[in-house]
């Protein structure tokens, strides 16, 4: 994500999608600013690959993002490969935005 991006931008770019039920836009504490990506939760499975499928690779604040399926951190530790979507879940998933 642009350094530029708001939570407020995040979110009327991707309630588009679907009801968001949570936002985390990280920030670096000493620079004041986001640090470049942030995690996203919608409320539903088909609304999340909606987002997916629908902001990956395209501009937001002057700048290619990329959104995929947040990995937790002992996947990304182990140099798990992470799973192709689409795929069936019975839970929402998390997906980060960068």
Known sequence: LSFRTTED???DTFEQF????HMNLVMDKVANRPK?????RYDTEEEA?????GMHGKFLDGRVIF???AKSR???FRGK?????????SK??????W
């Not at 679907?18 to 039920?21: A, D, I, M, Q, S």
């Not at 929402?92 to 935005?97: E, L």
């Open 9 to 11: 931008t995040l979110r």
């Open 18 to 21: 679907g009801k968001l039920v």
């Open 36 to 40: 470049g990506f942030a995690f996203l």
């Open 49 to 53: 690959m909606k987002a997916i499928e």
């Open 67 to 69: 959104v995929e399926e």
């Open 74 to 76: 002992s996947d990304i």
């Open 81 to 89: 490969p992470r799973p192709d979507y689409p795929k069936a879940q």
């Open 92 to 97: 929402p998933r998390t997906f980060r935005t």
